[in-house]
């Protein structure tokens, strides 16, 4: 027996992963925050996730789906030992169930990629649409051609590949909702452990699908100096800093990936020395720019040993310039510096370390 949260669980032949709890606990505050009336748990294996959201998010209705037939059984078995009344079990293939009804909002949480779901999904949630992918490997580059397939788009491995594979997802879920007449504001995104999660409100109307789709772009990524720039077209810019050619990555989302009043909302359901509570807050604290340097390549490159992240960011800051720190990586700084003012500034760094 499996205690989560305010439920109890039995999850004897079906799929159960505890480290998935923090997923999980952040769903329930984001949904919580939300304030729901009816949530679509689509593959829920024991019913943890969908159980722990009639419980602790006050959801009103609670559809928990799975085709297996164990996966029903215990659904059911679950749904009765919380006396959840709010909870309805049923056992079909989500994509059909999908075409069948609609839901406020759909939660998808499958082995690997969501992409054979997203299209049925994307027509069945009418307000808000919320996923995990654990296939990173497709997501950000590591395996190029799966990525490809599963995403059309194409994700390119850089340091910076953990806010690849979001935005690849991303660029593939707003379009799945743009082809159904559907705009998308992202709500919430994190990169933890090795998934993607991400939270998505649905706007109804072509005019929203429009002017979503106009935040999708591509990243043009330079192997020469280690940067980037951002750009609606497909076209090799020349890379700004060096001149070099570039690589494009997408099409993806280069739009926002937090919304404050969500993050804000969901932190005040969490314990604040919880790890969901500190990755929360980090998201609160990151820019809202496309991707981040890493503080450890970039030193690599200039044959100087790094020093303290937040020294850099407070340089950076000194010289003018936006930066944070990213809840993406422990060494990824967020900043609107070219490659080149950075590596200035961690030269700058380096030496007055030296002459200390
Ligand atoms: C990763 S598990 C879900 C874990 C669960 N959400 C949790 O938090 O514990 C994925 C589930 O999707 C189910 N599944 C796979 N393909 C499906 C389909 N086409 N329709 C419905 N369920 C499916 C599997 O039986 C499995 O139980
Ligand atoms: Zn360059």
Redesign the pocket.
């Known amino acids: 027996m499996i205690q989560e949260g305010q439920v109890t669980v039995e999850?004897g032949g079906?799929?159960?992963?505890p480290r998935?709890k923090l997923?999980?606990d952040i769903c329930v505050a984001v949904v919580r925050h939300l304030g729901l009336d009816e949530y679509c748990?689509?593959?829920?294996?024991?019913?943890?996730?969908?159980l722990r959201v009639a419980r602790e998010a006050g959801t009103a209705q609670v559809v928990l789906?799975?085709?297996?037939p164990t996966?029903y059984q215990r659904m059911l078995e679950n749904i009765a030992r919380n006396g959840l009344a709010n909870c309805e079990a049923t056992q079909?293939?989500?994509?059909?169930?999908f075409h069948q009804r609609h839901f406020q909002a759909v939660?998808l949480?499958?082995?690997g990629s969501p992409s054979?779901?997203l299209p049925a999904a994307a027509r069945s949630a009418l307000s808000y649409l919320f996923m995990?992918a654990?296939d990173t490997a497709p997501l950000c580059g590591a395996h190029q051609s799966s990525g490809i397939r599963k995403y059309m788009a194409l994700p390119v491995k850089t340091d910076y590949h953990r806010e690849m594979g979001a935005r690849v997802l991303l660029g593939s879920a707003v379009r799945e909702l743009a082809r159904v007449d559907k705009g998308a504001e992202v709500l919430l995104t994190h990169v933890t452990d090795h998934y993607v999660r991400t939270y998505l409100r649905a706007l109804p109307g072509a005019r929203a699908a429009d002017k979503s789709l106009l935040e999708m772009g591509y990243i043009h990524h330079c192997r020469s100096c280690r940067g980037w720039t951002a750009s609606p077209r497909c076209r090799d810019p020349g890379c700004p800093t060096c001149g070099g050619p570039t690589i494009p990555a997408g099409p993806l989302w280069l739009g926002k990936l937090h919304d404050r009043d969500t993050l804000q909302g969901a932190l005040c359901g969490l314990d604040p020395d919880s790890r969901a509570a500190k990755i929360l807050r980090s998201c609160q604290d990151e820019l809202s720019l496309p991707m981040y340097y890493d503080h450890h390549s970039i030193c690599q490159d200039l044959r100087i040993a790094p020093g303290r992240i937040e020294d850099v960011v407070a340089s950076l800051h000194d010289c003018g310039f936006s930066a944070s720190r990213t809840h993406f990586s422990g060494l990824g700084i967020k900043t609107d510096a070219r490659a080149d003012q950075l590596c200035a500034i961690l030269l700058d760094l380096a030496r007055r370390g030296r002459s200390k």
Do not use: E, K, Q
């Not at 079906?14 to 992963?17: A, C, T």
């Open positions: 999850a079906v799929f159960y992963n998935m997923n999980r748990d689509a593959l829920s294996a024991s019913g943890l996730r969908g789906n799975d085709v297996s996966a079909c293939n989500a994509n059909v169930l939660d949480d499958p082995f054979p779901f995990t654990t």
